[in-house]
C-alpha cells in the first residue's frame, strides 16, 4: 500500500478548519471547484464533481468516520480506462487535526493500495508543499477574525 501524508499548521481554530472540510461552499474553494455531496453520516454516499477544461470529472465513495473536530475518514474511487469500480480500487482519505494553542495541526493521509507500477507498493512520501493544503490553509485562516 502507497501511504503520502501532507502536514500543515494552520493559524485558525480546529472547529473552522472542519468546517472549511466539510461545509460544500468551503469545500469548492479548495478542491478546484469541486461540488461536494453527502451527508456526512457513516457508510453513506460521498461524491466530488469537477470541471476542468469543459470535462466533468467525478470521484466517489463512502464515508468511513466522522469525528468533529478530530478526524474525518472516506473511501474514494477515481474512475479513469482499464480500472473498475470495485473495492480494491478505491483509496482512503483520513483528516487528522490536532488543536495547538490556537492552532490547528492538519496531516491528511492518502492510502492507496491500487495498483500504479511495480516499485511503489509499501512507499510511503510526505509532501510538504501540497498545493491543495495550501488552499485550505489560507481559505481556513481567512475565516478567523
Not at 487528522?96 to 494553542?101: F, G, I, R, T
Not at 491528511?108 to 498545493?131: F, K, Y
Amino acid at each position: 500500500m502507497r501511504v503520502s501524508r501532507s502536514r500543515m499548521r494552520i493559524d485558525a481554530p480546529a472547529e473552522t478548519v472542519w468546517a472549511v472540510l466539510t461545509e460544500p461552499r468551503y469545500v469548492q474553494q479548495w478542491q478546484y471547484g469541486s461540488v461536494l455531496e453527502t451527508d456526512w453520516s457513516v457508510g453513506s454516499m460521498i461524491r466530488f464533481t469537477a470541471e476542468w477544461n469543459g470535462t466533468t470529472f467525478e470521484q466517489w465513495g463512502t464515508v468511513l468516520l466522522v469525528d468533529p473536530p478530530r478526524e474525518l475518514r472516506y473511501s474514494l474511487f477515481a474512475p479513469r480506462p482499464g480500472l473498475d469500480d470495485k473495492p480494491e480500487n478505491y483509496f482512503t482519505m483520513i483528516y487528522s487535526l490536532a488543536p495547538d494553542a490556537g492552532s490547528t495541526q492538519v496531516i491528511i493521509t492518502r492510502e492507496d493500495s491500487r495498483p500504479i507500477g511495480a516499485g511503489t507498493v509499501g512507499e510511503e512520501e510526505e509532501e510538504e508543499e501540497n498545493p491543495v493544503l495550501q488552499a485550505l490553509k489560507t481559505l481556513a485562516e481567512s475565516l478567523v477574525d
